[in-house]
């Protein structure tokens, strides 16, 4: 099983930014997807995750209101768009998948298959 994110980049603060999360070896559609960051020097926390359907989603405080979660199953692709960056939110972005079914999951040990990561770096 491999998962792969994509979509980083280097963004000044205020611009905006869209993730891809896609896997091999693995249904991404079948299965609560999260986003994870880790920022120089800090552990990893959650940022977002959405469930199979796309009826329940979840969001951190810091991120509340700025970034979007979303998925297209069709294309078993789960997507974070991030509006309105800040500095604070630079970081290596990771998508995690689930090998059990659950609505929403926001622990790191909820999930058991990990992206590479993905950099996004907001200027100031």
């Known amino acids: 099983v491999q998962l792969q994110a994509s979509g980083g980049g280097r963004v000044q603060a205020g611009g905006s930014l869209k993730l891809s999360c896609v896997a091999s070896?693995?249904?991404?559609?079948?299965?609560?997807i999260a986003w994870f960051r880790q920022a120089p020097g800090k552990e990893r926390e959650v940022v977002s995750c959405?469930?199979?359907?796309?009826?329940?989603?979840y969001y951190s405080d810091s991120v509340k209101g700025r970034f979007t979660v979303s998925r297209d199953n069709a294309r078993d692709t789960v997507y974070l768009r991030m509006d309105s960056l800040k500095p604070e939110d630079t970081a290596v972005y990771y998508c995690?998948?689930?090998?059990?079914?659950?609505?929403?999951?926001?622990?790191?040990?909820?999930?058991?298959?990990w992206g590479q990561g993905t950099l996004v770096t907001v200027s100031s």
């Open positions: 995690a998948a689930p090998m059990r079914h659950f609505t929403i999951g926001t622990r790191e040990e909820d999930y058991d298959y």
């Open positions: 070896g693995f249904t991404l559609r079948n299965h609560a």
């Open positions: 959405i469930s199979s359907s796309s009826s329940d989603t």
